[in-house]
Nanobody, 130 residues
């Protein structure tokens, strides 16, 4: 069973940048999916985006497209979430999770819903404020 540990959260100014890390303990097959989710205070958890274990395919929710980037470093067994130009509404606890499959529709990785994911990290809190 994989274990995931997030880090990198903190305070960031609007328009700044912040990189979150997801350390993966165990071997991640290429066909697995790693997703980032977030939960803002008083709100339900929502998906942000995902990447496959090979680090080749990604997908993002519309509200972060062009601002957030997910990447994979296989040598370090890490997945990253780069927050660029964050907004106050991006304030949330961010979680990474793994799913033991990948779903592709016309070659596009499908992130799916949180119920499809088999394991979660403990989360890292991000506050976007000036």
């Amino acid at each position: 069973q994989l274990q995931l540990v997030e880090s990198g959260g903190g305070l960031v100014q609007p328009g700044g940048s912040l990189q979150l890390s997801c350390k993966i303990f165990g071997s991640l097959p290429d066909y697995y999916t790693i997703a980032w989710f977030r939960q803002a205070p008083g709100k339900e958890r929502e998906g942000v985006g995902c990447i496959n274990g090979a680090g080749i395919s990604t997908n993002y929710e519309d509200f972060v497209k062009g601002r957030f980037t997910i990447s994979r470093d296989r040598t370090k067994n890490m997945v990253y979430l780069q927050l660029s130009s964050p907004k106050p509404e991006d304030t949330a606890t961010y979680y990474c999770a793994f799913r033991s499959l990948q779903r592709l529709i016309y070659g596009t990785l499908q992130c799916g819903t949180e119920g499809e994911y088999d394991g979660w990290g403990q989360g890292t809190r991000v506050t976007v404020s000036s």
